[in-house]
């Protein structure tokens, strides 16, 4: 897919992503950054985002906006 992260790419990105647990189920952190990225490179607005909620993908990467206003 276009906007999808490979294997190589995720290799390189996971070891810097925290692995443990704090309180609250882990989400799927490829599929996140998936979603960011998507909007980052399509420039699509965050509404457009289908399957992971904006607010999940906005926390992950901007301690806890909702707006993507720190991206």
């Known amino acids: 897919m276009r906007y999808v992260l490979t294997d190589h790419e995720w290799a390189a990105i996971k070891p810097f992503l ?8 882990r989400v799927n952190d490829r599929r996140v950054l998936n ?17 992971t909620p ?13 707006s993507g206003a720190r991206l």
């Open 18 to 25: 925290p692995n443990k647990p704090r309180g609250v189920p």
């Open 54 to 66: 904006p607010a999940t993908i906005a926390s992950f990467a901007g301690g806890g906006r909702t």
């Open 35 to 51: 979603g960011i990225f998507w909007v980052l490179r399509s420039g699509a607005p965050w509404r457009d985002l289908v399957h």
